[in-house]
């Protein structure tokens, strides 16, 4: 990605929803999906899908009607999101999150280990 994207929680839904997907989805199969979840009238969910068409994170193709495909791959989309959160809470510095991670109790000693040997494993 080459600019920031924002997408609305509403919006990455119907993202997740495209990239689990293994073929084009049209409004209707998304709509059926969300409303597993959700109960979105279908001028709600053709408005988050216009939303992303507009922002070129998904693209539409015309058939009998249309169908919609992530421009964007759900790993370089989480990429760059922690990317955004790391420079803006923490000025781009992984120890930092690390840091208030440990501090905020947010981790476990289970957590630290596996990632520790997550860490040993990888680098």
Not at 51 to 80: A, D, F, H, N, S
Not at 81 to 102: C, I, M, P, R
Request: proline content about 1%; overall charge neutral.
């Amino acid at each position: 990605m080459e600019r920031k994207i924002t997408v609305t929680d509403a919006e990455l839904e119907i993202l997740e929803i495209l990239w689990s997907a293994d073929h084009a989805l049209n409004a209707g199969e998304i709509r059926g999906i969300l409303n597993r979840s959700k109960k979105w009238e279908r001028t709600t969910v053709l408005t988050f899908i216009n939303r992303l068409v507009k922002k070129g994170v998904i693209c539409q193709e015309k058939r009998e009607v249309y169908y919609y495909t992530p421009m964007i791959g759900r790993e370089e989309y989480v990429r760059e999101e922690t990317k955004h959160f790391l420079d803006k809470f923490f000025k781009g510095s992984s120890k930092n999150l690390a840091a208030a991670l440990v501090s905020s109790e947010a981790l476990t000693k289970e957590d630290v280990e596996e990632l520790r040997n997550y860490f040993n494993s990888n680098l």
